[in-house]
């Protein structure tokens, strides 16, 4: 359990997407596949940034902040992921979701600006030649993307809000509970995108929500749901893919995704609910959360 008792909150959204989405892998290169699934972290942006916006929280840009084994933007990003209880992805719908790199777009050099050109100039094998002029010359794009036009994709983050209260009080900005709960349904609805600006989504009204007192199942019990599962917080009672992701911490861990198949480069999803499910017995010290209402849809578990 991530600190400070049970006083939790629930955002959850379903959204469909217009052509994909684009999360990068981290640390590998800048031409970088996509993740087949937004990881943790994403989720937690997604909302995140939609319930900083209506709290009318500044955000400042952080080069190199780090938290826990990655790093961050912004300070804000910073506080949610430290405040996040859990949070989860699940899929559902007929068609699919796949990893494609477009290998077109490598090269640039030949148009850049005036400014851009003057900066690929330097002394040979200098400071400056490796960390400036290189990266201009040579540039690669980020060419990854996951596509799956008009796929639905159901998100969930619970949040301990004592904790996300305290964290900000450090940084001396004051935040009250009741802050949070008297903008946080229009935050569930104010998601607009997943990973880059370009991933553009529409939201499900009939398939959103904020609960501010989750069902909690402990270890032990059973739990039904399509979102991705770590699998050190379950054992699954059938056969269910196994995909790696970026947990919470940015360490690269293996979850379940109930679907009729998936792989770090493609999903086929179940199409409803009814079939998509699977069901899992919980691992201490995991549990599993629960809006009041879409629980298959939604339950997400974490520590």
Known sequence: MNGLGNNLRFFYCAVTLSWGFAVR????????????????????????NSLGRLLGLSDEPSKGLKHEQGYVISKMMKIFLESTVSASAGVLGNGGLVVHQELSKIYASFYKGESEAYKMSSEPFSQDFYETSLPRIFPAQAIGASYGPGIRIYLSWVLNIDKLINKFKERQILLKEEDVDSVAPIAAHGLTRIGSKEGIVAHEP??????NNPEIMQDGGKVRTIQYVQSECVDPEEAVPLVSLPSIDYTLKQYYVPSASASNSFLIPFSSSASGAKWMRLKSPCRAYSPKNHRIEFTSVGL
């Not at 640390?27 to 942006?45: D, F, H, K, M, N």
């Open 206 to 211: 009939e398939l959103t929500g904020y609960d």
């Open 25 to 48: 892998y981290k640390e590998v290169s800048a031409a970088q596949p996509s993740y087949v699934l937004p990881p943790p972290s994403t989720v937690v942006g997604i909302f995140g």
